[in-house]
């Protein structure tokens, strides 16, 4: 069993459009570029909780994830990683994220099971409120907050705002994401939005979600006195954000893999970017 299986188990390619939101919080909060030591134990502790969260994850829904022909290729269907491993893995990685926000400040250390306590029960919320999305939002909206309280050791209002911008963004996708298993999720019923509301209504809701979320991340930046290169900057997001829906339809969801993935992962970049030179 090699280190590639279990990257992919927790998708940690994945990281490359969460991690900046963190980066972004914390830059905020520092009024420029943290220091080093913080950005490096910020990166282990943001780290070490998504794959306990993924490998969680993986770990609920592994009888459902063998059911599904879109997931049974998974690796704990497959027989890729044993289930005792996971949960070894899982452990490891709970145990260095309960460890090191405390050697960022008392606030993270004090904060971390709640937010561990978050990015766990995630994984039960499809089963009783289609209302998922938005507590998946929840999950990844903590990440901007947390960065800036590990540079400044409190909370404000721009990074709490920005972290409603995430939820709304992250809900939308992954409301377009879970078109895909619209008829699954009503045979085995499981909640989501485009089970209950039908692929092109939920769709106009993703779009709806995004452009409160891009309203948010305008509000972000005023409270935060953003420079106009951050207005700027933000229409690239805004365009992003606008292209993913042009990726798909209720009726083609083919280029789903790059809306979710591919874009979004740009969107986080170019948030981060802008609000970097914003505060130029």
């Not at 420079?227 to 280029?255: C, M, Q, W």
């Amino acid at each position: 069993m090699s280190a590639k299986t279990f990257f992919s188990l927790i998708k940690i390619e994945h990281t490359l459009f969460a991690l900046p939101l963190a980066l972004t919080g914390a830059v905020l909060g520092a009024r420029g570029m943290p220091d080093l030591w913080t950005l490096l134990l910020m990166a282990v502790a943001f780290t070490a909780a998504r794959a306990a969260a993924m490998a969680f994850n993986r770990l609920v829904d592994s009888r459902l994830d063998a059911q599904n022909p879109r997931t049974a290729e998974r690796e704990i269907p497959t027989g890729a990683v044993s289930v005792p491993s996971v949960w070894i893995f899982t452990g490891i990685a709970i145990a260095l994220f309960l460890m090191v926000p405390w050697a960022i400040n008392p606030l993270c250390g004090k904060l971390a099971p709640v937010a561990l306590a978050i990015l766990l029960g995630y994984s039960y919320t499809k089963r009783f409120t289609a209302l998922c999305h938005y507590l998946l939002g929840l999950a990844l909206g903590m990440a901007p907050v947390a960065g800036w309280i590990a540079v400044t050791g409190t909370w404000a209002w721009p990074p709490v705002v920005l972290g409603l911008g995430v939820i709304f963004w992250t809900a939308g996708f992954d409301i377009l994401y879970a078109c895909q298993d619209v008829e699954f999720d009503r045979e085995k019923g499981l909640y989501s939005i485009p089970a209950n509301l039908g692929t092109g209504k939920a769709m106009k809701l993703a779009a709806l979600s995004h452009l409160v979320a891009f309203t948010f991340f305008l509000l972000a930046g005023l409270l935060a006195s953003l420079g106009a290169a951050f207005y700027f900057l933000s229409l690239i997001t805004g365009g992003l954000l606008f292209y993913e829906h042009r990726l798909v339809a209720p009726d083609n969801l083919s280029k789903l893999d790059m809306a979710f993935f591919k874009v979004n992962s740009l969107v986080s970049a170019s948030l981060l970017l802008a609000v970097i030179m914003g505060l130029l």
